[in-house]
């Protein structure tokens, strides 16, 4: 379970144990050092395989509705995700090629009976002479 604190209570923190900072000093760090720290744990990430699940979800984020796409493991963990407005095969696109980015092309994609995944794979695999087989769950 993950706990919210504020830069000023982590400042206050700092100060109890001799250590002096500021909170805006804290984010600044923050916004410098996590995009570093990002990279470095995805190129040591161990891959994931050759075959995808993807799954989507309809969630509240901050009072507005959003499309949730996220690619899943055969534990079931979270690899990638994206929050969209829309379920379209733009969005879907978009999705696909995050996560190709980020850990190659599939030789497996399973969905759902989703119009728009089914679009993208095969917009993607015509763009780019891939062949990512669809599999579909019987939902």
């Known amino acids: 379970m993950a706990y919210q604190i504020s830069y000023r209570q982590l400042?206050?923190?700092m100060e109890e144990r001799g250590?002096?900072?500021?909170h805006s000093t804290l984010n600044r760090w923050v916004a410098k050092y996590v995009p570093l720290?990002?990279?470095q744990f995805r190129a040591r990430q161990h891959p994931f395989g050759s075959s995808w699940r993807l799954d989507e979800t309809y969630l509240k984020v901050k009072r507005y509705w959003k499309y949730r796409t996220k690619r899943v493991d055969k534990a079931g963990a979270t690899v990638d995700f994206l929050l969209t407005a829309k379920r379209n095969r733009q969005a879907a696109l978009r999705f696909l090629r995050k996560a190709i980015g980020r850990h190659g092309v599939p030789e497996t994609i399973t969905i759902d009976k989703s119009g728009a995944n089914t679009a993208a794979i095969a917009s993607y695999n015509a763009e780019h002479e891939a062949d990512i087989e669809i599999l579909s769950q019987n939902i």
Do not use: F, I
């Not at 250590?19 to 500021?22: A, K, Y």
């Open 11 to 13: 400042e206050e923190m």
């Open 37 to 39: 720290l990002d990279q």
């Open 19 to 22: 250590v002096e900072v500021d």
